[in-house]
């Protein structure tokens, strides 16, 4: 698990957005074979849906050969409702891109068969290759997607119910009414998430302090299950100093010393790509030798991942 750290929420939003557009750019979509995204809803990743809109109007990315996966949708609200997850992605991110909306899938809350639902929705990611980027949010009890405190790290879409904690949080969308919170939703699995090709996960804020040091500093748990990443080969925290509050001061050095120890391009042994992307790259001198070191580091997690990305 990779821990990036940046000082400051708007500087996370910008990072993972270049690092989205890199990789579409990279990967090349097109019709028959798709960039298959998967989504999240939430307040920390509205800043990087708006620069992922800007990157689109500046003629940086399209989203016309991706296929996007929600990670989640409440049961039984109105597709139209406001605060719907429907609603959220629609208005804050796919009415302004040239995303077909063939390609666009979120879950039914509403469905006949809940169960049913869940099923064909794993079905579809598994017919289109698999998910190649989660972008996730965390809950500030460690849950990712709904995967709320002691779900199975097995799990895969169901219908989950939500916790305590989960309500009283996003009760602030709802006139801060609690009773107005739905009580259920649909979720990809811990499992599901496992299965993608790469995994991003922000965290801002200092309420969401506690769920980073346990993902980062504790062991695997279910009662964190952000913390699963641990296990998983390509999964990447973007975090912003407020969320690293209870981290220990010896994890926040190892996170700042892999770009300072790592081989310069030119060092590495597959130095060709690498130095084509930073010959192409906009990077800063500064950013340049931050970036060295993730570059190596990718290189050792997949072979399936780019190696100029971050
Ligand atoms: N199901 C969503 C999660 O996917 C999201 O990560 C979390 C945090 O949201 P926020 O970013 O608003 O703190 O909220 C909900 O529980």
């Known amino acids: ?3 990036i750290i940046r000082n400051r929420s708007e500087e996370v939003a910008k990072y993972i957005c270049e690092y989205i557009t890199k990789r579409i750019n990279i990967f090349a979509p097109t019709a028959e074979r798709p960039f298959v995204l998967g989504l999240p809803t939430g307040s920390s990743p509205l800043p990087i849906y708006h620069a992922l809109i800007t990157a689109y109007e500046q003629g940086r990315v ?3 050969n991706v296929v ?3 990670m989640d949708e409440y049961v039984g609200l109105e597709r139209n409702h406001a605060e719907s997850y429907h609603s959220f992605m629609y208005t804050n991110f796919f009415r302004h ?8 899938n979120i879950l039914d ?4 068969n809940l169960a049913e639902e869940c099923l064909a929705y794993e079905a579809k990611i598994k017919a289109l290759g698999g998910i190649e980027l989660f972008l996730g949010g965390v809950g500030s009890d460690g849950h990712i997607a709904f995967n709320e405190p002691g779900s199975s790290l097995a799990s895969r879409t169901r219908v989950k119910s939500l916790a305590y904690e989960t309500i009283v949080a996003n009760a602030r969308f709802f006139n801060g009414d609690l009773n107005l919170v739905p009580r259920m939703a649909l979720t990809v699995g811990v499992q599901t998430i496992m299965e993608a090709r790469e995994v991003i996960i922000i965290a801002t804020g200092t309420a969401k302090s506690l769920a ?3 993902a980062v500093e ?7 299950t952000l913390s699963c990443l641990q296990l998983h080969p390509c999964s990447t925290l973007v975090v912003d100093e ?5 981290l220990r001061v010896k994890t926040v050095k190892v996170s700042f010393s892999i770009p300072k120890t790592a081989l310069t391009p030119d060092e590495t042994p597959n130095n060709a790509s690498i130095s084509k992307e930073f010959q192409t790259g906009d990077l800063t001198p500064d950013s340049m030798s931050s970036r060295i070191g993730e570059f190596k580091f990718l290189a050792a997690r997949s072979a399936t991942i780019p190696l100029a990305l971050t």
Do not use: P, Y
């Not at 891109?97 to 666009?104: L, R």
């Not at 809350?109 to 006949?112: D, H, I, T």
């Not at 407020?242 to 209870?246: F, G, Q």
């Open 97 to 104: 891109i040239d995303i077909n909306t063939k390609n666009i």
């Open 1 to 3: 698990m990779r821990l």
């Open 109 to 112: 809350g509403n469905a006949a």
């Open 242 to 246: 407020d969320a690293t509050l209870e």
């Open 212 to 214: 980073i040091q346990q």
């Open 68 to 70: 996007t996966f929600n």
């Open 62 to 64: 399209s989203f016309r």
């Open 218 to 224: 504790s062991g695997v748990s279910h009662m964190c």
